[in-house]
Every structure is written in structure tokens, then in C-alpha cells.
């Protein structure tokens, strides 16, 4: 089974294929992943893997870590373009996020005052006004929308019960342009069920979401890791440049397209 990538707090830098230069921020355990999704292409594999036993890293261990490895980057000129919190799972579901989050901008302040924050929450905590208020403070709030068909998201997300995709939208369209839509583009099957978000019913149906949402910035992906469903494919560049530029007719938003 495909397990965990991130066996600490703070990760990296890595090349991201979006963002630049990036470090990571691991809020789950170093040895198991918590998530309110189990997307089919997560790069951390199945929530099935168990939590681990290292528990959530501590508000303190986050900032101490970040700061000691700010520091040696900053001696040692090492150039960065964005913090990212990332990692095992939904970053949002740890308790101290919004505290975290201020301690993550005063650090950025101090050691690297260019340099951008993002987060990359799958959007199921954004009605939260806590969770709402810390993504408001970041550079990139970047939102998972992969599917606006109720069966799609379903299968290929699967989100915790009590998920609502009407309601996601609506949240997400609070956010306006302070936000930033991320679709994984993606086709295959699992255990028997067609999957693909790329047909022009999929399409169709994300842009009159992105049209309600209307975000800063879509960001169209698709499969770059081993994924723990092997029978999913990724989309070749052509096609997410087409559909890219479908999006971008209909709705006049910008899309960035990573392949």
C-alpha cells in the first residue's frame, strides 16, 4: 500500500511543479496520515494506513522547527519563493491551525519577507470562521474543487460523511478572489467504477461552479506520483491546455496548467 511521504514537521525545500521553491509544513503525524478526504490519487496513500502513533505536532514543535530551518536557510542563502502547508493529510484539521498560521506569517516576516504563504486544504473545514479567517491572512489560499458532479467527488474524493458539495461551493464563493480554485484532472477506474472529470459534462459543470466562485485563479493538474489506485491515468498536456482554455472563455478566470 502506498504510505506516508513526509516523516517530519517541516519538509524540504522541494520544486513544486506550482509554487516554485517550496518548504513544506507537515500538521498531521510523521508516521500516518488524517484526512477528511481519501482521494484515489493522494500522493500519502489510503487513510486505511492508520493515524501512526507520533500523534499532531505541537504549535511550539511547528514554530521552533520552522524557525530553526528559517535561520539556516537564510545563513546559508538558500533561495526560497513559498512556505506550503502540506503534508499527510488536510492541514486545516489541526487544532492550532489559526495560531499556526499567525506564528508561520511573523517567522516568514522575520527570515524571508518576500516570500509567499499557501496552504492546500481540500476545502471541507472552510466553513469554519476560524479556519476562514487564518486562509484570508495567506498569499495563496489554494481550494480543492476536483469534480462539481455530486458521483465524481464521491468516487474519487471520497470525503468523510456529511461532506456537501453545494455547500463547499457556496463557501468557496466567499472567499471571491482571495482564493484559489485547484482541480486534479484525472481518468481511470476502481473497483469497477468509471472515473473521469475530463468529459464535457465534467467540464461543464466545474465552470458554472468557478462561475459562482469565481476565484483569483484556477490551477488544473494532474497525476505526477505514484497514486495508491493504480488503475487511474494521467491527462496529457494537450488536453488540460484545452480545457483550460474552454475555462477561461466561459468564465474570463486565469488558469494555470501544471502537467
Known amino acids: 500500500m502506498q504510505t506516508v511521504l513526509f516523516h517530519s514537521t517541516i519538509f524540504g525545500p522541494i520544486h513544486s511543479r506550482r509554487l516554485g521553491s517550496s518548504l513544506g509544513i507537515n500538521l498531521m503525524p510523521d508516521d500516518g496520515k488524517i484526512c477528511s478526504f481519501d482521494c484515489l490519487y493522494c500522493e500519502a496513500g489510503y487513510n486505511a494506513q492508520g493515524k501512526g502513533s507520533s500523534g499532531l505536532p505541537s504549535r511550539e514543535k511547528v514554530r521552533i522547527d520552522l524557525e530553526r530551518k528559517l535561520a539556516s536557510m537564510q545563513s546559508d542563502g538558500h533561495p526560497l519563493d513559498v512556505i506550503t502547508f502540506s503534508g499527510n493529510g488536510e492541514p486545516t484539521l489541526h487544532p492550532d491551525f489559526a495560531d499556526i498560521i499567525d506564528d508561520t506569517i511573523a517567522l516568514r516576516d522575520k527570515y524571508f519577507p518576500d516570500v509567499k504563504i499557501s496552504v492546500l486544504t481540500n476545502a471541507t473545514r472552510i466553513g469554519r470562521p476560524a479556519v476562514a479567517d487564518a486562509l484570508r491572512k495567506v498569499d495563496n489560499n489554494i481550494m480543492k474543487l476536483d469534480s462539481a458532479v455530486e458521483a465524481t467527488v464521491e468516487a474519487l474524493d471520497r470525503p468523510n460523511a456529511g461532506y456537501s458539495l453545494e455547500k463547499t461551493i457556496e463557501y468557496l464563493a466567499g472567499f471571491g478572489e482571495q ?59 494537450d488536453k488540460l491546455d484545452s480545457i483550460a482554455a474552454r475555462i477561461t472563455a466561459a468564465t474570463g478566470i486565469p488558469v494555470q496548467v501544471s502537467a
Open 179 to 237: 482564493g484559489i480554485v485547484q482541480t486534479m484532472m484525472c481518468c481511470g477506474e476502481h473497483d469497477g467504477t468509471i472515473i473521469d472529470n475530463t468529459t464535457d459534462e465534467e467540464v461543464e459543470a466545474l465552470i458554472a461552479a468557478y462561475r459562482v466562485i469565481k476565484p483569483r485563479e484556477i490551477m488544473l493538474y494532474t497525476i505526477d506520483r505514484p497514486t495508491p489506485e493504480i488503475n487511474l491515468k494521467r491527462v496529457s498536456k
